[in-house]
């Protein structure tokens, strides 16, 4: 079940928390990657749709990268910030998604030590309150 949940986290942040039940954390991560693709995804759009404006705005002309930079940067600003907000929010529920993937490990290394100890049947040695 942890490596479902790694796997899970790695593709799509939350998906693998909410596989291991981890309701909340795991709707917030994933609801959180989803806004922050969606962000990103959008930021791509303007760029290539400002990048198909441009050179069809062109008609053949050869003209220098700082004049095109500057065409292009007009109003890109807006959308950069929208995809670096993005980037961001998908960056931290990714993180967060790895730390609730190592704590399922964690909590299933100690749920199998508990469950050796209790099959190995040993007593712990008796308690010596003389002191």
């Known amino acids: 079940m942890k490596w479902v949940c790694l796997m899970a986290n790695m593709t799509l942040p939350g998906v693998g928390t909410l596989i291991c039940k981890r309701w909340v954390s795991g709707a917030i991560q994933t609801v959180g990657s ?33 004049a095109a930079l500057k065409h292009l940067s ?34 299933e290394k100690a749920a199998e030590a508990q469950e050796t100890a209790a099959e190995s049947g040993e007593v712990p040695p008796p308690l010596d309150s003389s002191n």
Not at 34 to 61: K, P, R, V, W
Not at 79 to 98: D, N, R, S
């Open 34 to 66: 989803i806004i922050g693709f969606t962000l990103l995804g959008y930021c791509i759009y303007e760029f290539y749709h400002a990048l198909q404006n441009y050179s069809t705005s062109m008609d053949g002309e050869e003209e220098d990268i700082s």
């Open 74 to 107: 007009n109003g890109m600003m807006g959308p950069l910030v929208t995809g670096a907000v993005g980037v961001i929010i998908f960056k931290v529920m990714w993180i967060w998604a790895q730390v609730t993937t190592a704590q399922v490990f964690k909590a």
